[in-house]
């Protein structure tokens, strides 16, 4: 998180003791905040320069652009795509990509393959749950709506009295008139004290262009009239000027509902309705209840009501599902209503959870049948290089060339995710000395101070017997061709040669 500009300041002089504080906004930077979207043009083709803030997978990047302009265009429904590739390949990021190029419209839910046993409900129903989240439905509704320009209000208070029981009550009733206009005709309407509030309430004045849904009497302020441009009193630096309408003053309008069918299955499902949204707990949804939703959203459509938007499931290490996930997203794909589902794993040939069968990506096969699989490739040194700089950008760190150069190098020797991670922890080594610009000695004091994955194995498999639990196996340890030696030399707590300096912590 990036808490630039927030300090606090005092004057010391000053007899009162306040403290001025200030504040700026605060921003979330995470693993993929600097993704924009796919970095394609209009052909499909790959942008150069790190565009939207992704670099190299050209490949990946192509064959996801097709599924999203089929998407886009409602081609593709039930169909499934892995991205399978080694870690840190992009493959999150490319899905992430997807995401921000099918915009807010259509639905994108993410999950991980071990959330399904960690939340309090079934895994199928876990499962469910996902996959009507990513179903959107646009509901299509005609209001009648008064729409014109406010000429003038006219607000009266009378004083009312009554008799009750003999004792005289008496209370301010409020009655007025509103006159609306457009360019073709003026009318002027009686107005109750809801209207009257609702109008106080939304600080209409004359001048306005307003809107006032007939069913339930909501006042909506479009803006204010061009005519009144001139009215330099009546307006600030956030004033909209807007065209008078043209036209009937009454008008039927066409207003769209977004909502997902879990959302209209949590209303429907739960005492409180719409507030169980809110309340996240929404347990467990009988199938009889999904059952005539989804006939009343089949009904709609043959109406021209409703319209279906399949919207895209991204389950990241989905070989953490077992048999009967696996099963279930099977059939599920089958269904009229299926969302586009996106996967992504890192395995090889691996086992499939739960049993003792070996399959491609710890995957089924009758699945894998199914899937257009997508691979991603290793990293160039060029493309690390140019990551990093993105993400310097994204972190709000200056760094040199030639620590930018050194930094690569670590990333292609090591992983990418270690490289990302040094770049914060190196700025602040360089802060700690009092410069603004990270440079080569910063990334080396980092890098003695932090250890990656190989340097790490390689102190455990020197000093492995020192530690609780070891489980490496005595005979495999001296059947290594000819390092027996080094090995045992190891377990004495002797580092072999050359590699005496792999823990090396001094700054």
Same mark, same amino acid.
């Given at each position: ?44 083709? !790959? ?40 870690? @840190? ?86 009655? @007025?008139? %509103? ?11 009686? %107005? ?54 043209? @036209? ?90 299926? !969302? ?19 399959? !491609? ?134 580092? !072999? ?11």
């Amino acid at each position: 998180m990036s808490a630039a500009g927030i300090k606090l300041t005092g004057d010391s002089n000053a007899t009162s003791g306040v403290t001025v504080r200030e504040l700026t906004r605060l921003e979330r930077i995470g693993a993929h905040s600097h993704i924009r979207g796919l970095g394609l043009d209009d052909a499909l083709e !790959p942008r150069r320069g790190g565009s939207q803030g992704m670099v190299g997978q050209a490949k990946a990047r192509r064959a996801v652009g097709v599924i999203y302009r089929m998407i886009n265009e409602g081609k593709i429904g039930g169909r499934a795509i892995l991205l399978a590739g080694r870690p @840190g390949t992009g493959k999150t990021a490319i899905a992430m990509g997807l995401a921000q190029e099918l915009g807010e419209d259509t639905p994108f839910t993410t999950m991980s393959g071990s959330e399904v046993f960690s939340l309090e409900m079934s895994k199928t129903e876990a499962l469910t749950q996902a996959l009507r989240k990513s179903i959107g439905i646009r509901i299509l509704e005609e209001t009648e709506v008064m729409e014109g320009e406010v000429v003038e209000i006219q607000i009266d208070t009378a004083f009312s009295g009554e008799k009750a029981g003999g004792k005289a009550k008496g209370g301010m009733e409020k009655t @007025g008139r %509103l006159t609306l206009c457009t360019t073709d005709m003026e009318t002027v309407y009686d %107005l109750g004290a809801k209207m009257i509030d609702a109008l106080s309430k939304e600080k209409v004045t004359a001048g306005d262009v307003i809107t006032i849904d007939k069913a339930s009497g909501k006042i909506t302020k479009l803006g204010r009239s061009f005519s009144r441009s001139r009215d330099y009193d009546a307006m600030g630096s956030s004033t909209r000027f807007v065209q008078c309408p043209e @036209g009937e003053l009454q008008k039927r309008k066409e207003v769209v509902h977004n909502v997902s069918l879990h959302e209209i299955d949590v209303i429907n499902s739960r005492q409180q309705g719409f507030l169980a949204l809110f309340a996240g707990d929404t347990g467990e949804i009988k199938s009889e209840v999904r059952e005539q939703i989804d006939g009343k959203v089949v009904e709609w459509r043959e109406e021209g009501r409703a319209k279906i938007i399949p919207g895209v499931l991204f389950i990241d290490e989905v070989h953490m599902l077992d048999m009967e996930c696996f099963s279930f997203l099977n059939r599920a794909l089958e269904s009229d209503m299926a !969302p586009v589902l996106v996967i992504a794993t890192n395995r090889g040939i691996a086992k499939i959870r739960g049993t003792e069968y070996k399959s !491609p990506h710890g995957i089924p096969l009758d699945l894998l049948d199914r899937l257009m699989i997508v691979n991603t490739e290793p990293y160039l040194q060029s493309e690390i290089r140019q990551i990093l700089t993105v993400r310097c950008e994204e972190e709000d760190v200056e760094m040199a060339d030639d620590a930018l150069e050194l930094l690569a190098r670590i990333g292609t020797e090591t992983s990418l995710r270690y490289a990302i991670q040094m770049i914060i922890t190196a700025s602040l080594a360089a802060e700690k000395r009092k410069s603004a610009e990270v440079q080569i000695e910063d990334i080396k004091r980092v890098y003695r101070l932090f250890v990656d994955v190989k340097r790490s194995t390689q102190y455990l498999m020197e000093f492995n017997k020192e530690f609780m639990f070891n489980e490496l196996d005595d005979s495999a340890e001296y059947d290594t061709g000819g390092n027996g030696k080094e090995q045992a030399s190891a377990e004495d707590g002797v580092s !072999p040669e050359g590699k005496g300096d792999a823990m090396t912590t001094s700054p």
